[in-house]
């Protein structure tokens, strides 16, 4: 008679028992694969982070401290009026990418805080006042807590905190350079409405202010502010400049400036800048002090 070819009992059981096994592992693999994938839905912030880190470190690079350098940067970086805010003042648009280019080189370049600091008052700009800084940051008072500086001195504060370790941290070094590595946005500003426009140049919203923002200190304000213009004239021309930038030992990251235009002398102000697309720590800072 011939030979049966089915397996005995036991051994049907056992191959039964390590299908469903394997069974089992592949739908635990995939099940898990699904949920540890990073997706713009799942985790805005650390896939929009990653991202950023694989564009971002292919861009070449420029000194920060070199001010020709800088304003080429900005030169040539594209601007989107989409309200031809600027259409009848050809003039506001080259006024803009210099107050940008000057700022951010004022500051990356500057070698000490009082270089800065004294460069921005003679541009004009003020220290704000302990209720002005509080209103928009918190007090001052935790600030100063261990630095020695008076109660009402920012210079001093502002000074303990350019030298705070965790502030070298984010210090930026350099700027990135190419067709996608800066741009300016033009808006408007009204009551309730800081800026009309959602700036992201060409790399795309997604890029460019990923799943976190982080508004950086700004220890000064214009001679005039952009609520008292809106208060005044009901409407502002703003902008936004973006660049991104490199922080040696950390990840690069995008920075906006934000910038309004003062109809009465035709002078940009800046008053605030902001850091986007990056997560600091404890001990790594997201932001400079400016």
Sequence with gaps: MPRSSKLPAPRRRLALLGLVVLVGVVAALVAWTRIARVTPESDPVEYW???????????AVV????????R???AVAPA??????????PWALQSLREAASSFLSARYGARSPDDYLDWMLAQGYRFKSRDEFANEY??????????????NDPRGIFRAMWDDPRSRTATIESLCTGPDAAFFTV????????????????????????GSAATCRFWMNPPVTRAELVNTHGRVTVA????IVDVPGSARRPVMVNLFLDPQTSRWWVDGVSVLNFVGSGNAWTCMEY
């Design 63 to 70: 000194p920060a401290a070199e001010r020709e350098r800088v």
């Design 187 to 210: 808006g408007h500003a009204r009551e309730h409405v800081f800026m009309s426009q959602v700036p992201y140049g060409s790399l795309g919203y997604g890029l460019w202010h990923g």
């Design 138 to 151: 918190g007090s001052w008072d935790r600030l100063k807590a261990g630095t020695g500086a008076q109660l």
């Design 72 to 74: 080429e940067v900005f």
């Design 80 to 89: 989107e009026d989409p309200e031809a805010l600027l259409g009848e003042e």
């Design 240 to 243: 936004v400049a973006g660049v």
């Design 49 to 59: 982070g990653r991202e950023g880190r694989r564009v971002f470190t292919r861009m």
